[in-house]
Nanobody, 115 residues
Framework: QLQLVESGGGLVQPGGSLRLSCAVSGITLDNYAIGWFRQAPGKEREGVSCINSRGSNTNYADSVKGRFTISRDNAKNTVYLQMNSLKPEDTAVYYC????????WGQGTQVTVSS
């Protein structure tokens, strides 16, 4: 059974860093692209980043470009989102997802950027 579990969120001051992890089970991870989206209260869901199955191609939302880095370790069945220079507007619940017959995502991890 496919399962995605996010972790690594927390409270950080503006300018700080966090690394989110997405542990995937139930599929052979190196066959699938993985992405991250975020959801802030009162705001629309926003796609943040995605990485192809081999890790050779990545994409980022303009709002995070140059600050966030997505990576993957297929041997560990894990995808990471390194977030640097965090801003208050990055505050949201972050979800990792993959698309099979439908989109699957985990329970999310809260990121709060505040002084």
């Amino acid at each position: 059974q496919l399962q995605l579990v996010e972790s690594g969120g927390g409270l950080v001051q503006p300018g700080g860093s966090l690394r989110l992890s997405c542990a995937v089970s139930g599929i052979t991870l190196d066959n699938y692209a993985i992405g991250w989206f975020r959801q802030a209260p009162g705001k629309e869901r926003e796609g943040v980043s995605c990485i192809n199955s081999r890790g050779s191609n990545t994409n980022y939302a303009d709002s995070v470009k140059g600050r966030f880095t997505i990576s993957r370790d297929n041997a560990k069945n894990t995808v990471y989102l390194q977030m640097n220079s965090l801003k208050p507007e990055d505050t949201a619940v972050y979800y990792c997802y993959t698309d099979l017959v439908r989109r699957y995502w985990g329970q999310g991890t809260q990121v709060t950027v505040s002084s």
